[in-house]
């Protein structure tokens, strides 16, 4: 028996009626007397006799209600304590992110959080892998969506979902109209890619490597807003992540080949910290909005 059974067998025991009980829940007449027959086959009585004109309740139904009614409004003040609890906490959670997951996911995250507890603080900050996860072991942050650490025993690392990189250029480059582009034909060519502390150019260093591949670096941009703005406006290409670029007309993402730059982002978190309620609702928010890992 589900809850909203529960709630629609109340309503209907309330007013007699299914098509003001319809009403009353937001629901069509008919998913109504559907779910109340599923009620029906579950605790293998009639609860109401509809060969009437008027909707009656048999005595199985008299039953019922005598003991779900006083269940179903302890679960009525029961979320309203959440609610109240939720409007009226406090607290500062401190994450720090990788600019691909800044770029678009991390506000959706927030704003998630925010609306379930608005009384809250969130600081946000973008750092390289290797500084989170160095404040994460400091103290100096709650948590963290960066990728796993070498020689970290104290954090924990769960993995959240694997990504690609695409080349990204201008709508008028050159490289613009390929379905596709092999990491060796980038010998030479002019980007603008992340300093060499972050993770990402450390992943690409080795794919330049594997491929024989040497691109002219011409700016190095640590965050991905202002290199895609840079690739805008400049004959520049760049690697980014495919989930931090939103579609636009005048920029063009073309898959990469032998190899494919990939990577797995996951959380992180101290394995001596005590993750409060609030902590806790904050990863299963990133992880919804992450997806399973591939």
């Known amino acids: 028996m589900e809850l909203r059974h529960v709630r629609y067998f109340d309503a209907i025991a309330e007013t007699l009626n299914f098509t003001r009980a319809a009403e009353r829940l937001h629901v069509t007449q008919s998913t109504l007397s559907h779910q109340i027959r599923q009620l029906e086959e579950e605790v293998g009585v009639q609860l109401f006799d509809r060969s009437a004109k008027k909707v009656r309740m048999t005595e199985a139904g008299e039953i019922l209600r005598s003991h779900l009614t006083p269940a179903l409004e302890h679960i009525d003040r029961g979320l309203q304590a959440l609610r109240a609890d939720a409007q009226t906490s406090t607290g500062h959670i401190r994450l720090g992110t990788t600019p691909s997951f800044n770029a678009r996911m991390a506000p959706l995250c927030v704003s998630t959080l925010l609306q379930h507890y608005p009384g809250v603080q969130v600081t946000v900050e973008e750092l390289g892998a290797s500084m989170i996860a160095k404040r994460l072991v400091s103290g100096h942050l709650d948590i963290g969506v960066s990728y796993r650490p070498d020689n970290r025993p104290e954090l924990w690392f769960e993995p959240l979902y694997n990504e690609q990189l695409r080349l990204v250029v201008a709508a008028n480059h050159p490289l613009a109209k390929r379905k596709r582009v092999r990491m060796v034909e980038l010998h030479?060519?002019?980007?603008?890619?992340?300093?060499?502390?972050?993770?990402?150019?450390?992943?690409?260093?080795?794919?330049?490597?594997?491929?024989?591949?040497?691109?002219?670096?011409?700016?190095?941009?640590?965050?991905?807003?202002?290199?895609?703005?840079?690739?805008?406006?400049?004959?520049?290409?760049?690697?980014?992540?495919?989930?931090?670029?939103s579609p636009a007309d005048d920029l063009r993402i073309v898959p990469l080949q032998d190899p494919t730059p990939m990577r797995t982002p996951g959380m992180l978190w101290n394995k001596g910290s005590n993750r409060s309620p609030m902590l806790k609702h904050f990863t299963d928010i990133i992880r919804r909005a992450a997806g399973p890992a591939e």
């Open 188 to 245: 030479h060519l002019r980007m603008v890619l992340l300093p060499r502390q972050f993770f990402t150019r450390q992943l690409l260093e080795d794919c330049f490597e594997a491929a024989g591949s040497q691109p002219h670096v011409v700016a190095e941009l640590n965050t991905i807003a202002s290199s895609i703005e840079l690739i805008r406006q400049t004959d520049l290409a760049g690697i980014i992540t495919e989930t931090a670029i």
